[in-house]
């Protein structure tokens, strides 16, 4: 009897342990990172009110990760800084040749970003949503604020600085590196028109009388440490 009490204690104790190991949770370790970058930037809007060519500029930005090893993705938040330029094209006079008059957008950016584990963490699919605010269009050169637009006859270069100052971005790119270096190509579009802001300014629109409207959209080329 005594034997048989203790046969079944023993498989009663064996039962909990087999319980107790397949209960309980595997641990993954959580990994937080912040990392800085900076990089090149080519910019553009989008429109069919002027002749437009993309231009060079300069972006700087910090971000807070977190690594998810156990998930098909990590996750990110950044904010980002960038000078922008783009040329449109306008004349000095009326009659005379056209060519490209260089302005600048300052941009800043904030982003939560998904990173779609291709090659584990090597290499990563980057895709989410950016609110933005942006200063307006500024001429590198004054002296030609007086230029006549293209596709216009009375409107000036100086016309068209007051562009809308905030928008919402779709941004997907690739990161490629380890975990404390990192090249990044990204592709960001402005879903809002960014040129709906002249439509309140009463211009002079003679030679072109359509609506003003037209999408941001900008490159970045990047190189991000992370600590």
């Known amino acids: 009897m005594i034997n048989k009490k203790s046969g079944i204690l023993l498989v009663a ?3 909990s342990f087999v319980t107790l190991g397949f209960a309980q949770p595997k641990n993954y370790k959580i990994v937080n990172g912040i990392g800085i970058y900076g990089g090149i930037t080519q910019y ?12 060079n500029g300069w972006m700087a930005g910090a971000s807070a990760t977190v690594d ?54 090597f290499l990563t699919i980057d895709v989410g949503p950016m609110l933005q605010y942006n200063g307006e269009l500024e001429l590198d050169d004054q002296n030609q604020e007086n230029y006549l637009i293209a596709n216009y ?9 007051e562009i809308n100052r905030f928008n919402v971005d ?8 380890f975990s404390h270096f990192r090249l990044k190509a990204q592709y960001i579009y402005g879903f809002l028109n ?13 030679g072109n009388p ?18």
């Open 210 to 227: 359509n609506k003003f409207k037209g999408n941001q959209s900008m490159l970045a080329f990047t190189a991000m440490i992370s600590f």
């Open 13 to 15: 104790i064996c039962i």
């Open 68 to 121: 998810l090893p156990h998930k098909w993705y990590n996750v990110s938040y950044t904010i980002q800084l960038a000078e922008n330029h783009l040329g449109i094209a306008a004349r000095p006079i009326l009659l005379s040749n056209e060519e490209f008059i260089d302005y600048k957008v300052f941009t800043a950016q904030i982003a939560l970003l998904m990173h779609v584990k291709l090659i584990g963490s």
């Open 170 to 177: 779709g941004a997907i790119g690739l990161s490629a590196g």
């Open 153 to 161: 006859n009375n409107l000036l270069a100086k016309d068209i600085k």
């Open 44 to 55: 553009d809007i989008l429109t069919d009110n002027f002749s437009t060519k993309q231009g």
């Open 194 to 206: 960014t040129l709906d802001k002249l439509n309140d300014n009463n211009l002079d629109q003679t």
